[in-house]
């Protein structure tokens, strides 16, 4: 898989759409942020149904379920269907390995199958201590499912992990904003990322701090 590299690193590229494009990992939902922290994938992904992939006894993780076919889902390429075959057989033969469950989720993410993506995270949290970076690309997950307090909340326990944490915070912002119309829920997030850089921009070139301070003065 391409896109979905280690949870561990930054991409570096992100773009805009109104609040409709989600970006993975450690990237942002919805609006462009111009750093080089985050890949916006740029189209929003359709809900597909997989039976879920939990634990079914002593904690152990059930299989995973195959790769869901979908008209809507982007056609793999015979490299990244390999791979992500690869990492199914993984989990089936060491299900407790948080890593393989972790890269798995990634790779659904890719394929956008969001509902995979987020049995394999899930599965992945229960089987090793969270993190911020996993915590967010699951919240971007629950939101493509228009699961919009589960988004939030993951976005939040990555804040709490991570009080340097940057993704989280203006990604919790999106989802205020765009999803709950939520406003000032919504400054006070990505006045929490200003904190922690003050040059975000948008992808118009627009500084974030600038459409905070015109958001405020807005009646």
């Excluded at 006894?57 to 889902?73: I, L, M, R």
């Excluded at 940057?166 to 904003?177: A, D, P, T, Y």
Aim: proline content about 5%; some cysteine; overall charge positive.
């Amino acid at each position: 898989m391409k896109k979905h590299q280690s949870l561990q690193k930054n991409k570096n590229q992100t773009e805009v759409s109104q609040g409709k494009h989600l970006s993975r990992s450690t990237a942002f939902l919805g609006m462009a942020f111009c750093l080089a922290l985050g890949l916006v994938l740029g189209s929003l992904l359709a809900n597909y149904s997989l039976e879920a992939a939990l634990p079914t006894s002593a904690g152990a993780p059930a299989k995973p379920n195959p790769t869901p076919q979908t008209q809507n889902a982007p056609q793999l390429s015979p490299a990244d269907q390999k791979e992500l075959s690869r990492l199914e057989i993984a989990v089936q033969k060491e299900p407790k390995n948080q890593e393989n469950w972790i890269q798995l989720g990634n790779a659904y993410f890719d394929a956008q199958r969001p509902d995979a993506a987020i049995r394999a995270y899930e599965t992945a949290l229960r089987l090793g201590k969270p993190n911020p970076n996993l915590l967010t690309d699951l919240g971007i997950m629950y939101r493509q499912l228009h699961r919009f307090e589960d988004a939030l909340l993951s976005f939040q326990q990555a804040k709490a992990l991570d009080a340097s944490h940057l993704q989280c915070r203006l990604n919790e912002g999106i989802v205020f904003f765009y999803d709950l119309k939520l406003k000032a829920e919504a400054i006070q997030s990505w006045k929490e990322a200003l904190r922690l850089n003050n040059e975000i921009r948008m992808s118009n070139g627009e500084l974030l701090s600038a459409l905070v301070e015109r958001l405020e003065k807005e009646h």
